[in-house]
Antibody, heavy 117, light 110 residues
């Protein structure tokens, strides 16, 4: 079954850290770029970061640059998002996406991150 | 504030046809491909239309996309209750930055 499953979301205090994981199945993970996209409460979708198939190309949205780090382990068919110095405005559902032809073409169900004192 | 502008909401009765617009500029929609996503709250978003007007396998032909100049549109014909969702237009990666999403449109089936 072709799918992405995110995990690691939690309630964390401002300034705290969290590591999200996304595990894939059913397709050749190492062939694809992967991204993280989030949705703040009541808001739309916002791209956060992408990583190329071999980890050679990585980029971040300005709002998370310097605080978030994306990585992947092709042997484990997984992509990760290390989040540090979390802010209240980082609250939201975080989705992992598979990017085919430079567009998200498969999404996970998401994992909820809540940053609150 | 996204560079892609969508109406906040649209509505239609079962069986009707609705369109959702996505407005941009010469530097984005006019020169790049537009993709559309359907997001039922609580579920995984789904790619509905790619490269302006292509449907992934499994997407009913009730859904169609078009693009002209600096605007794109998603049309849904024969509205069904299960079409009630949020719909997003998007630009794909540009080799430097990641995807850009419109603000989203909530479709209500009356």
């Amino acid at each position: 079954q072709v799918q992405l499953v995110e995990s690691g979301g939690d309630l964390v205090k401002p300034g705290g850290s969290l590591r999200l994981s996304c595990t894939s199945s059913g397709f050749s993970f190492s062939d694809y770029y992967m991204s993280w996209v989030r949705q703040a409460p009541g808001k739309g979708l916002q791209w956060i970061s992408y990583i190329s198939s071999s980890s050679s190309y990585i980029n971040y949205a300005e709002s998370v640059k310097g605080r978030f780090t994306i990585s992947r382990d092709n042997a484990q068919n997984s992509v990760y998002l290390q989040m540090t110095n979390l802010r209240v405005e980082d609250t939201g559902v975080y989705y992992c996406t598979r990017d085919g032809d430079y567009r998200p073409d498969l999404w996970g169900q998401g994992t909820l991150v809540t940053v609150s004192a | 504030q996204s560079v892609l502008t969508q109406p906040p909401s649209v509505s239609g009765a079962p069986g009707q046809r609705v369109t959702i617009s996505c407005s941009g500029s010469d530097s984005n929609i006019a020169s790049k491909s537009i993709h559309w996503y359907q997001h039922v709250p609580g579920a995984a978003p789904k790619l509905l239309i790619y490269t302006n007007n292509q449907r992934p396998s499994g997407v009913p032909d009730r859904f169609s996309g078009s693009k002209s100049g600096t605007s794109a549109s998603l049309a849904i014909s024969g509205l069904q209750s299960e079409d009630e969702a949020d719909y997003y237009c998007a630009l794909g990666h540009d080799g430097l930055n990641g995807p850009v999403f419109g603000g989203g449109t909530k479709l209500t089936v009356l």
